[in-house]
């Protein structure tokens, strides 16, 4: 991420990795979403003394079984949703709960929450590669001062689309949008394939309220 001469897009990651403000955990096969339940309760509870430029970053441990992108995004949303229910915490009374919903955002321990998904299965869209499957939890608050109206979030906004242009082989998703606009549905970043491929079409795999899967 700090290479200098490949310029990584998330210009928020690159600052919290300079600043040593991420935070990581490693997820174990046999414990799963109990493990990463644990460690994200904790890190709410210690982000908002961190500063606007931090995250978790949770790797998984390799099982040895391939998977295809599409098999991924299948256990992404498994893992979703299972801290969901692992939750015990109210959702954020000023986050939607229908994923449909531009001002609806993942939440865990009563913190809004933007979810990145990285595997190993991306083999175009370079910036959604890890050699792991991992996840990171961004919360909410790192946005606040980047609003689509504001100067720093339209250069924010300018500087990460570059770099995505000059990093990737596929062009940047017509997806990314921000938070609340009408047209922007948040889940629809979470997890984007090789292609852009529209995602939204079957709706957002998460269910509020419930231990099941659509």
Not at 14 to 43: C, I, K, N, S
Not at 84 to 110: K, L, M, R, V, Y
Not at 182 to 194: I, M
Request: net charge negative; charged share 25%; hydrophobic share 35%.
């Amino acid at each position: 991420m700090l290479d200098r001469n490949r310029l990584f897009p998330c210009i928020f990651g690159v600052d919290a990795v300079r600043r040593g403000t991420l935070r990581y955990t490693f997820v174990p096969a046999e414990t799963g979403v109990h493990t990463l339940a644990q460690a994200l309760t904790e890190f709410t509870e210690i982000a908002p003394a961190l500063g606007k430029r931090t995250s978790l970053v949770a790797f998984f441990e390799p099982d040895g079984v391939p998977r295809s992108i599409g098999d991924h995004e299948r256990w992404f949303w498994e893992v979703l949703q299972g801290l969901h229910a692992a939750d015990t915490e109210p959702w954020p009374p000023d986050i939607a709960t229908d994923a449909d919903d531009p001002f609806w955002e993942f939440s865990f321990a009563g913190m809004p929450l933007f979810v990145v998904a990285n595997t190993p299965a991306h083999t175009r869209r370079h910036s959604r590669y890890s050699e792991h499957f991992a996840i990171t939890f961004q919360p909410r608050f790192v946005f606040d001062d980047l609003t689509p109206d504001s100067v720093q979030g339209q250069n924010a906004r300018t500087i990460i689309r570059g770099r995505l242009h000059a990093y990737d082989e596929v062009p940047p998703t017509p997806l990314l949008g921000s938070f609340g606009d009408s047209e922007n549905r948040e889940w629809t970043q979470y997890f984007l394939g090789d292609d852009n491929r529209d995602p939204g079409a079957g709706g957002c795999p998460f269910i509020h309220g419930t231990k099941g899967m659509k």
